[in-house]
T-cell receptor, first 114, second 110 residues
Framework: DGGITQSPKYLFRKEGQNVTLSCEQN?????MYWYRQDPGQGLRLIYY???????QKGDIAEGYSVSREKKESFPLTVTSAQKNPTAFYLC?????????????FGPGTRLTVL | DAKTTQPPSMDCAEGRAANLPCNHS???????VYWYRQIHSQGPQYIIH???NNETNEMASLIITEDRKSSTLILPHATLRDTAVYYC???????????FGKGTRLSVIA
């Protein structure tokens, strides 16, 4: 089955701890994206990567970090510098950064910081 | 990317057509219109996209006005499973990540 997987579905962490969210795709897509969603709001872009070993900040990158060492993986680290980390995090991918094809989304990880 | 405006919520009776409007009056000639939907607590799902011609697929139809300043997504026979938030997005370059607004919350009522 081809697709995007995010794990875990629910994640709890104590305040002040860094946490890494997993995103894996087996669609052979070049471009990958991380979004954050707060209750009743639309999605906001955190980081995106158009190709391996390259990534750009989105609109709300502060307090987050990413890496793109492999084509199929784009992990997101929520650092202790992120003031309000509790949110629903969505990963997406697209065949190539420049195409007008659709973005495919994973099922999301709901992070709660206690 | 052009700003889009959508009503915050709509209701539709089950089995009837759901017509979701989107205003994109500042859209430029090379901007595509995309529609996604998000069922509660899931990732968004692609529905359809178009440039200037009307488009239809197995999920929906997209009607874009001749001046391209607005569009309508049509779900021909809405079911309870179509209850979701629907996002209309204008994008001018394949390189640009999608920018999501608050969308329209569609409630399909039995």
């Amino acid at each position: 089955d081809g697709g995007i997987t995010q794990s875990p579905k629910y994640l709890f962490r104590k305040e002040g701890q860094n946490v890494t969210l997993s995103c894996e795709q087996n669609l052979n897509h070049d471009a990958m994206y991380w979004y954050r969603q707060d209750p009743g709001q639309g999605l906001r872009l955190i980081y995106y990567s158009q190709i391996v070993n390259d990534f750009q900040k989105g609109d709300i990158a502060e307090g987050y970090s990413v890496s793109r060492e492999k084509k199929e993986s784009f992990p997101l680290t929520v650092t202790s510098a992120q003031k309000n980390p509790t949110a629903f995090y969505l990963c997406a991918s697209k065949a190539s950064a420049s195409s007008y094809n659709e973005q495919f989304f994973g099922p999301g990880t709901r992070l709660t910081v206690l | 990317d052009a700003k889009t405006t959508q009503p915050p919520s709509m209701d539709c009776a089950e089995g009837r057509a759901a017509n979701l409007p989107c205003n994109h009056s500042t859209i430029s000639g090379n901007e595509y219109v995309y529609w996604y939907r998000q069922i509660h607590s899931q990732g968004p799902q692609y529905i359809i996209h178009g440039l200037k011609n009307n488009e239809t697929n197995e999920m929906a139809s997209l009607i874009i006005t001749e001046d391209r300043k607005s569009s309508t997504l049509i779900l021909p026979h809405a079911t309870l499973r179509d209850t979701a938030v629907y996002y209309c997005i204008a994008r001018n370059s394949g390189n640009t990540p999608l920018v999501f607004g608050k969308g329209t919350r569609l409630s399909v009522i039995a």
